[in-house]
C-alpha cells in the first residue's frame, strides 16, 4: 500500500486514532517535541512497514490524516525532541510510544533494558541516553471502528439511597466458579456469565464496581519474582480496556458485559487511576507519556525537575494541572460513559487529581471540570479520598456531587465490634452517616461510601480470623501492608475446628455486615465476603493473582451467603435506613424527633453515658417522614451490643409504643419476626433491630 498523509475537508478535534469510515486521522499532544512520527505495523506486530512525521502542528497537537488505513491497523509514536533530564525533557525517538488514546493494545509488553531512555547500568544513571530500539519489546495501539449494537439498552441512573455496591475483580470473580465455562474464566465474558449474574441478583446489589480494567502493566521486579500486577494500578492505556480480560481480540466483549449487567438491573462502575501512570519514576521505562512530553504529563520536582515529584507512592503523578493532560482524562472518562457505556467511576488517591500544583484545593481545575461536564456530572462519582503527600487525607473535603470512601467508618465499626473501649460515641456518628465529616456545603446523607472491608485489606473474614497480617506470599517479608487492621482472630490465629470459635466468628461478621447495611449512606460490599472468602491473612494481595486473591467459591458458607441475601433485601425494604436528608435529633413543630439514643433502660443518653468508656451498647431510634406529616412514615430501633448479654427497654420514641423483632444477628434464624415485649433480652455479639407493630 502507497501510505501517505491527506488532507482532510473538515477540522477533526479529537486527539486519539479516530476512524473516519475511509480512512483514520491520527492526532497526539506533545508541547515540547519537535518532530513526531507515526509508525505503522504489520499484523503481527513484529514489523515496522511504515515511519512518517505527522505533518500538521497546532498549538502543541500534532495530527496527520491516511486514507485507507482503517480498525485492526497496529501503530505507535517515536518522539523527538531534547534530551536534558536536569529540565525534565526525556526525548528519545529510539523508544516505540504507545498512544495515550490508544481504544485497544495489541501484544504482550517484554520488560527489556532497551524499554528505558536511559542505559541502564551506565554510571551516569537516568542521564546517559539509550539507543536501542525498543519497538520489537513494546505493544502497540489498535485503530478501532466504535460500532456496536446497544439496542435495547439504557442507562440506569439509580438515585444513590437505591444504591448497594459490590466490589469484585474481573478475574477473582470468575477464576473458581465452578459453574463459569474453563475459556471464559478471567474475562470480562466471564464476569458476564450466567452464573455470576444470578448470584449478584439474587444478592440484590444495584451496582458492580469493577477493580482497574483499563490497560495496565505487570511490574517488573513482580515478574522477576514470578508474581503480577494483580490488582491493576499501574495503567498506562486509560482508554483501553486490560488484554488479559478480553477472551479474543475485540473490546466489544467489554460492551457485551456492560450490556449484559444493565439487562438485570446493575450498574457498571470502574475504578480509574488518574493519579499516576505505570512509567514510575524518572528512572522508569519510556513507554508513552515520558516520551512524548515528560514536562507535560508528569509533575516534576519544582527544584529539580529531573525528578518526579510522587504524591501517589509510585513514583510519578501525572499532572492533571495541564489543561491538556486534564482533556485527556476528561476525554477518557466521556469515552467510557458514551461509548463503553459506563454507569460511574471511583478515582484511586483522588486526592492527588484535586492538587492545584502541590495543595489540595477542593475547587480546582478537576473538580471544575467534571461538575460543568453534561456528561460526567450525571454519573456517580466516588473518590478515595488521601494519597500519600503532605495533606493528602481529605476525608469529607471533596466537593458535590462525588461521594467518598470512609474508612473510618471500616476503622470505627471494626473497634466497637472488638470491644474496644470509648466506640459508642463514633459509631453513632457512623450510623446516621458521618455528619462530621460530611454535613456541609449541602451535601447529601449519601455522600458516605460506607464499608467494613476493600480489596486493600483484610476481606471480613479475615479481619475475624487473624490478629496479624500474613502477606509472606508476596516476596516482601511481610513488611507491606497495613499493620494495624483492627482485627481480632478470636482465640485461634487462621482457619480453626474449634466450634465456639467460628461460632463467634460468625456472630461477629454478622454483626458488622449487619451494621453496614442498617447505617445511612451508600454500603459497599467487598466481593467475596457473603462467601465467607479468606486470603490467608494476605491484607496486601496486589500481586496475588491465585488461589490467595481469587474468590473460593467451592468453599463458600452457603449460610452466610443467605443472611447477607435476606439483609440487603430489608434494607430495600426499609427507606428510613437510607435517607437522603441528615437526620435531625431536635424536636421539630410536632414534637418529632427523626433519630434519637437510649441507654439499656430505656432512657435517652445523656453527657455521661455518652463518655462511659466500658459502654458497649447502644440504642438508635430513627424514622422517616413524610413531606407535612405528623406521623412518621416509617421507624425502627437498632440495638447494637458489642458485650454480654444482656436485657434492654425499648424506647416509646414519637409515641410508637410496640415493636416487632425483625432481625437478630445472634439467632439461628435471623430475620424471623415475633412480638417484642417492652423489656427485651439482647444477645452477646448481636445486631437486633425492631420495626413498630400494627395495630
Known amino acids: 500500500m502507497n501510505l501517505a498523509f491527506t488532507e482532510l475537508d473538515f477540522i477533526k478535534p479529537e486527539l486519539g486514532a479516530d476512524y473516519t469510515g475511509q480512512g483514520t486521522h491520527f492526532a497526539v499532544f506533545s508541547a515540547h517535541a519537535e518532530k513526531i512520527e507515526l509508525c505503522l505495523f504489520s499484523e503481527d506486530g513484529r514489523e515496522e512497514t511504515a515511519r512518517m512525521p505527522l505533518p500538521k502542528r497546532e498549538g502543541d497537537v500534532w ?345 473510618q ?27 462530621v465529616q460530611f454535613r456541609h456545603s449541602d451535601r447529601a446523607a449519601t455522600s458516605s461510601i460506607n464499608l467494613v472491608s476493600a480489596h486493600d485489606g483484610f476481606t471480613l473474614m479475615d479481619t475475624v480470623s487473624y490478629g496479624e497480617k500474613h502477606n509472606e506470599a508476596n516476596g516482601e517479608e511481610n513488611r507491606d501492608g497495613h499493620s494495624d487492621n483492627h482485627s481480632d482472630n478470636m482465640g485461634a490465629e487462621g482457619p480453626t475446628d474449634n466450634a465456639e470459635v467460628n461460632e463467634a466468628r460468625r456472630r461477629r461478621r454478622a454483626a458488622m455486615v449487619a451494621t453496614l447495611m442498617v447505617s445511612q449512606g451508600v454500603p459497599m460490599v467487598l466481593g467475596g465476603d457473603e462467601l465467607g472468602n479468606s486470603q490467608r491473612g494476605n491484607n496486601n494481595a496486589y500481586c496475588q493473582d491465585n488461589e490467595i486473591g481469587w474468590l473460593d467459591w467451592p468453599g463458600a458458607d452457603e449460610g452466610f451467603l443467605d443472611f447477607c441475601r435476606k439483609l440487603i433485601a430489608f434494607r430495600k425494604q426499609s427507606p428510613v435506613l437510607r435517607q437522603e436528608r441528615f437526620l435531625d435529633g431536635e424536636p421539630d413543630e410536632n414534637g418529632r424527633v427523626e433519630i434519637a439514643w437510649y441507654k439499656a433502660d430505656g432512657t435517652p443518653m445523656d453527657e455521661d453515658a455518652w463518655h462511659t468508656g466500658e459502654l458497649r451498647l447502644i440504642c438508635a431510634y430513627i424514622c422517616r417522614t413524610g413531606q407535612d406529616e405528623a406521623s412518621p412514615v416509617g421507624e425502627i430501633v437498632v440495638v447494637l451490643n458489642a458485650g454480654e448479654g444482656c436485657e434492654i427497654v425499648l424506647p416509646h420514641a414519637n409515641g410508637t409504643k410496640h415493636w416487632l423483632r425483625v432481625l437478630d444477628t445472634a439467632a439461628e434464624e435471623p430475620f424471623d419476626m415475633r412480638a417484642s415485649a417492652d423489656r427485651e433480652s439482647i444477645p452477646a455479639q448481636s445486631l437486633v433491630a425492631y420495626v413498630p407493630q400494627e395495630g
Open 409 to 435: 467508618f471500616r476503622d470505627d465499626v471494626r473497634r466497637f465490634w472488638r470491644g474496644d473501649a470509648g466506640m459508642v460515641p463514633v459509631l453513632a456518628e457512623r450510623l446516621v452517616g458521618s455528619p
Open 63 to 407: 495530527s496527520g490524516y491516511i486514507e485507507g488505513i482503517g480498525p485492526g491497523a497496529l501503530y505507535g509514536y517515536r518522539a523527538h525532541g531534547p534530551y536534558d533530564p536536569h529540565k525534565g525533557h526525556r526525548f528519545n525517538p529510539n523508544k516505540l510510544l504507545l498512544d495515550p488514546y490508544a481504544k485497544q493494545v495489541a501484544g504482550e509488553l517484554i520488560w527489556d533494558d532497551a524499554l528505558f531512555g536511559y542505559t541502564i547500568g551506565s554510571p551516569d544513571g537516568d542521564l546517559s541516553f539509550d539507543e536501542r530500539d525498543s519497538a520489537p519489546f513494546m505493544v502497540k495501539g489498535v485503530v478501532q471502528d466504535p460500532a456496536f449494537d446497544w439496542a435495547g439498552e439504557e442507562a440506569i441512573r439509580r438515585p444513590w439511597t437505591e444504591t448497594v455496591i459490590y466490589e469484585a475483580h474481573v478475574r477473582g470473580m470468575t477464576m473458581t466458579h465452578p459453574a463459569v465455562p474453563d475459556e471464559l474464566r478471567g474475562t470480562f465474558l466471564g464476569m458476564a456469565s450466567d452464573p455470576i449474574i444470578e448470584h449478584l441478583v439474587k444478592l440484590g446489589v444495584s451496582a458492580i464496581e469493577l477493580m482497574p480494567v483499563q490497560y495496565f502493566l505487570d511490574d517488573r521486579y513482580l515478574i522477576e519474582r514470578n508474581l503480577r500486577n494483580y490488582w491493576g494500578y499501574q495503567t498506562l492505556g486509560f482508554f483501553a480496556p486490560h488484554k488479559r480480560y478480553l477472551r479474543g481480540d475485540r473490546i466489544t466483549e467489554f460492551k457485551t458485559m456492560v450490556k449484559r449487567f444493565h439487562a438485570v438491573g446493575i450498574e457498571v462502575l470502574m475504578d480509574v487511576v488518574y493519579n499516576h501512570t505505570a512509567e514510575g519514576s524518572e528512572r522508569g521505562p519510556t513507554l508513552s507519556f515520558r516520551g512524548l512530553d515528560n514536562f507535560s504529563y508528569y509533575r516534576q520536582s519544582p527544584d529539580k525537575p529531573r525528578h518526579t515529584y510522587d504524591t501517589t507512592g509510585t513514583g510519578n503523578t501525572l499532572n492533571v494541572a495541564h489543561p491538556l493532560v486534564l482533556r485527556m482524562v476528561l476525554d477518557s472518562l466521556r469515552y467510557w460513559v458514551g461509548v463503553m457505556h459506563i454507569d460511574g467511576f471511583r478515582f484511586d488517591l483522588a486526592s492527588t487529581l484535586g492538587r492545584e500544583y502541590m495543595e489540595f484545593d477542593r475547587e480546582g481545575g478537576f473538580f471544575d471540570a467534571i461538575r460543568q461536564d453534561p456528561i460526567l456530572a450525571g454519573v456517580k462519582l466516588i473518590a478515595e479520598p488521601w494519597d500519600v503527600g503532605q495533606g493528602g487525607y481529605q476525608l469529607g473535603g471533596f466537593p458535590p456531587p462525588f461521594r467518598e470512601w470512609n474508612d
